[in-house]
């Protein structure tokens, strides 16, 4: 652990290069509704609309694209709550390699499906009583393929840097900062783009109450670990932030929060109802926390990273009814 090299905004940049025709770059969204609610002015950077519904697809093709021709015909492995998964199927497909992708037999059949769907071949297993990390080595090792983990790699969190990269060259510096917290790939990589670019500009990181080891971690300065949380957040549902992930955030990031399974229904409602969007349990996290905030944040501008767009029909009919 002691020599990591951490990445830079110079390898953020480096990622914009390699996505640049493959990535979307996608839209900033402001709602009137929210800035009377808030008192305050909300730049919504909507990577529920990236390719494969979330801004995965990002860090995964940026590390895809940098292996060599032997990586690329040895293929890849990849394990992922959903997300991930169908991140380095797509990834993979555009780059024309094989992909091997290890699931949670829960997760989201639609996540499973669109993995598939890609021509990943998904071999599923139980998140509650295996672990993924040895699965995913253990299938890197068999079969000589390269593992490519969905947070704690350099290349990843570069090119999960990327959207915020993209939303201050549009919208210019902030006040504050609102980010999604599983494992602090996005996060990390936001806060590359942030202290270049808007470097007084507070960043937060929003989790699950479920499942708050970022948080502790955050506040200890040691990565603490849980069990899996159980929350509908399921991009979210993870036990400890990275050995790469970590120090970024504990050096960058200035408040880690939580948000409720309730309050992110809430959202979900919001989104769909007043902005007319579908966003999956994870990526109301931040909007859910910014929300709670509303007397520091007035008269501010401020940031929300729309994570993904992710969720089953079926299952956001179900949640959004229960409100
Ligand atoms: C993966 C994911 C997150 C969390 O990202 P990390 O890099 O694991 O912190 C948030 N929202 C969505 C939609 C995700 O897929």
Do not use: W
């Amino acid at each position: 652990m002691t020599d990591l090299t951490l990445p830079t905004y110079d390898n953020v940049l480096a990622a914009a290069q390699r996505l640049e025709g493959f990535a979307h770059r996608t839209p900033v969204l402001t709602s009137r509704t929210v800035n009377e609610a808030l008192g305050a002015q909300v730049f919504f950077k909507c990577e529920n609309f990236q390719r494969m519904g979330a801004f995965k697809f990002r860090g995964a093709f940026n590390a895809l694209s940098k292996f060599d021709d032997a990586q690329r015909r040895r293929s890849v492995v990849a394990f992922s709550l959903g997300n991930h998964a169908q991140a380095v199927a797509l990834s993979a497909k555009l780059l024309g390699m094989p992909a091997t992708i290890g699931m949670p037999e829960d997760a989201p059949a639609m996540k499973i499906a669109a993995t598939r769907g890609y021509g990943g071949n998904v071999v599923l297993y139980d998140r509650y009583k295996e672990d993924r990390e040895q699965i995913g080595r253990d299938l890197a090792e068999k079969r000589g393929l390269t593992l490519i983990p969905p947070y704690d790699h350099p290349d990843v969190m570069a090119g999960q840097g990327t959207a915020a990269k993209e939303l201050f060259d549009e919208v210019g510096p902030l006040d504050a900062f609102f980010v999604p917290l599983g494992d602090g790939g996005l996060l990390s990589g936001s806060a590359l783009s942030t202290r270049t670019l808007s470097p007084d500009c507070e960043i937060y990181a929003v989790e699950p109450e479920a499942g708050n080891d970022g948080q502790q971690s955050f506040r200890s300065g040691n990565i603490v670990h849980i069990d899996t949380p159980k929350t509908i957040a399921d991009g979210a549902q993870t036990q400890h932030l990275g050995n790469y992930t970590f120090p970024i955030i504990r050096r960058d990031v200035n408040d880690v929060l939580t948000a409720s399974d309730a309050e992110l229904i809430d959202c979900m409602c919001f989104y769909a109802s007043r902005m007319k969007m579908l966003v999956e349990p994870t990526g109301c996290l931040n909007f859910a926390a910014l929300r709670k905030m509303k007397a520091q944040m007035s008269g501010k501008r401020v940031g929300v990273l729309i994570s993904g767009g992710n969720v089953d029909i079926q299952r956001f009919a179900e949640l959004v009814a229960g409100q």
